[in-house]
Structures are given as structure tokens and as C-alpha cells.
């Protein structure tokens, strides 16, 4: 292992996701493991450039790894995105006497890492923490899997009233950019349809299969909207849609919102953050750096982090026909 390595810097950093403090109690006690330094970066490069640290050891993050959140906050830095702001907290890092970086977050995150690398020469490895599963190099980002879980049961919820009065129900759920949110939870909760960036089902085919699920006999509906959806029309917009061409349907909205991304994390993350958080600094004490860590066939795997920038997370297309399939 490389000698170089003292002191190793831990940050969160944009939209916060559930497993973030399993991963930084992860990192801080890796770093206890192998006898080396930790500090804690609040606020992720706004704290950075601040010089607003705090030195960590193994207690100092007990009674976290079931907390939703990230008890080193986050934000997303505008100041880092100049290279003034990259100098002051490069300056910061050194006066601190911090040789790498772990970054938790997502692609806003490495592609600041990035940069700050190319400049600096300064080691960085990623962990990737969003609830958007967006990241190409993992299957799973940190925090997928317990929204997942908190969506499936707040939809249950709501199938319950939508039943009681024969409602359709547009529930719109994260998801920027991709789908994955809302394929997942429509397959799992049993939804009729599913609204992804990724696919641009048409208003007509929408029409379509509702009036299809009535004629079978169904009296109640759920539609998942990805917020980044590419039909075109936002969530109150498609209920507006579809009352004006289904009279026979009473239509609500949900918007579940910033809901999703609290709560405590569930085991899968919290084994997940544990594993990543191990495979980042002993990587990093191995002398790698730009990379990001991953769960690839279930085994921790490092994906540089430009390609981890620049790939595509792509959606699994077997759901989508496992899904068509379950709405017959
Ligand atoms: O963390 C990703 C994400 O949850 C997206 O799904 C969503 O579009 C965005 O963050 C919301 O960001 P903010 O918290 O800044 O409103």
C-alpha cells in the first residue's frame, strides 16, 4: 500500500440519498482500519472551499448508519465551478494536510472531481449516492434502493383510496433524467402505466390503454410519471388530458416529491455503502485514483470516473415488457 496517504478528506455532495452515512462511517472507519487520518468536509465543495472540516475517527460516526441524510450536509457549489474556487480549496485541503478525496454523490459531483484532479493532480475516488440511479459503472447507486422501497409504499397507500373511489391516479416520482425510479416501482406496485424519459409513449397510446384496463373490468388505476417524462405535458397537465377526453374517469395527482429521497436506508444500502466505502480508500492507498467504485455482477468494481460521467445508465428493458405483460 502506498505510504504517500495520510489523511484522507470525506464529502457528500448534491441531491443527499439514503446510505450517504453508512458510506461516510464506512470510509472514517477504513481509514482507522489502515492507521490513517480522516476529516470530514461539510457542506461538499462550498465547505471545501471554506476550509469547514473536522477531523473524524472510528466513534465519530457510531449511531449513523441507519440515519437517512448526511450528517456532513450537502450543497451544490457554484463557486467550485470556477477555478478561483478551485484554488481556494486546494489551498484549504493542503493547509489541512489532506492527500485524497472521497467523494459521495453524483454526476455533478465527479465531474467536479474530475476537473479538480486534472488541475491539482490531487487523488479523488467516487462513491456514487443519488436516489436517481443514474450512474453508468453500478447497478445500484446508494439510496435506489430504499427510495424504491419508500415509493412502493407510498403508492400501496394511495391504490387503497384510489380503489375506495374508483380513481385514476397520476403519481409522478424523481427521476430527472432517466426511468429507473419509476419502472421499478410501477413494476412493483402494480401500476397500469408507466410515464419514463426514456420511451415517448404518446398521449394517444395513454388514451388508449386506459380505456382498454376499463373495458376489462378495472375500475381504479395507478400511471407512474418520471418527473423527466417525454410525453410533453407535465402531471397536472396529463390529468387535465386525460379528464377531458375519459369523462367516465375521476382523475388526482400526486406529486411524492422530496419524500423519497429521506428515511432511513435499507440493509441492501447500508451493506452496499459499507462495501464502497472499503473499496474506496484502500484503492485510493493503492495509489488509484479517478475512479469510481461500483457494484458490477455483485462484486465491488472501479469504473474511471469520466466514464462514470459520461455513460449512460440505461433503463432494463425486460421490465418494460414484464410490465406490459402484468396490465393485460
Ligand atoms: O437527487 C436527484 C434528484 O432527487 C432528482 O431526481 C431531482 O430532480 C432532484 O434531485 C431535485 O433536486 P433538488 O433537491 O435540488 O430540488
Redesign the pocket.
Known amino acids: 500500500m502506498s505510504k504517500t496517504i495520510k489523511k484522507i478528506g470525506v464529502m457528500t455532495s ?4 439514503p446510505g450517504m452515512n453508512a458510506a461516510i462511517r464506512s470510509v472514517v472507519r477504513t481509514c482507522a482500519y489502515h492507521n490513517i487520518e480522516c476529516a470530514g468536509i461539510y457542506r461538499g465543495y462550498e465547505g471545501m472551499i471554506e476550509g469547514d472540516f473536522i477531523e473524524m475517527n472510528a466513534r465519530s460516526v457510531k449511531d449513523i448508519i441507519n440515519k437517512g441524510g448526511t450528517i456532513l450536509k450537502s450543497a ?1 457549489s457554484k463557486e467550485f465551478r470556477t477555478e478561483e474556487g478551485r484554488k481556494k480549496a486546494y489551498e484549504q485541503l493542503t493547509k489541512n494536510k489532506i492527500d485524497a478525496l472521497v467523494v459521495i454523490g ?1 454526476d455533478g459531483t465527479f465531474t467536479g472531481a474530475l476537473v479538480f484532479n486534472k488541475e491539482y493532480g490531487f487523488p479523488v475516488m467516487g462513491i456514487p449516492g ?3 440511479n443514474d450512474i453508468f459503472g453500478t447497478s445500484h447507486t446508494l439510496g435506489f434502493d430504499t427510495a424504491l422501497n419508500t415509493v412502493v409504499e407510498a403508492i400501496d397507500k394511495i391504490r387503497d383510496t384510489a380503489s375506495s373511489h374508483n380513481r385514476l391516479f397520476f403519481i409522478e416520482v ?3 433524467d432517466v426511468g429507473h ?1 419509476a419502472l421499478n416501482v410501477g413494476v412493483g406496485a402494480g401500476a397500469e402505466e408507466i410515464l419514463i424519459p426514456e420511451e415517448d409513449l404518446g398521449l394517444d397510446r395513454l388514451l388508449e390503454s386506459l380505456r382498454k384496463s376499463r373495458r376489462s373490468g378495472k375500475t381504479s388505476s395507478i400511471v407512474i410519471v418520471a ?2 417524462d417525454k410525453i410533453g405535458k407535465n402531471v397536472f397537465e396529463l390529468k387535465d388530458y386525460v379528464e377531458s377526453n375519459m369523462s367516465e374517469y375521476e382523475v388526482r395527482v400526486s406529486v411524492l416529491g ?1 419524500m ?2 429521506g428515511g432511513s436506508p435499507s440493509c441492501f444500502d447500508r451493506v452496499l455503502a459499507s462495501r464502497m466505502g472499503v473499496k474506496a480508500v484502500e484503492s485510493l492507498l493503492e495509489g488509484k485514483s479517478n475512479y469510481m467504485v461500483g457494484l458490477l455482477d455483485d462484486k465491488m468494481a472501479l469504473t474511471p470516473l469520466e466514464k462514470a460521467v459520461k455513460g449512460i445508465s440505461k433503463i432494463n428493458m425486460e421490465l418494460l415488457r414484464v410490465s406490459d405483460i402484468m396490465t393485460t
Not at 448534491?14 to 440519498?17: F, Q
Request: aromatic share 0%; glycine share 28%.
Open positions: 448534491g441531491g443527499d440519498s451544490r453524483g443519488t436516489i436517481d424523481m427521476g430527472r425510479i418527473e423527466g422530496h423519497q429521497r
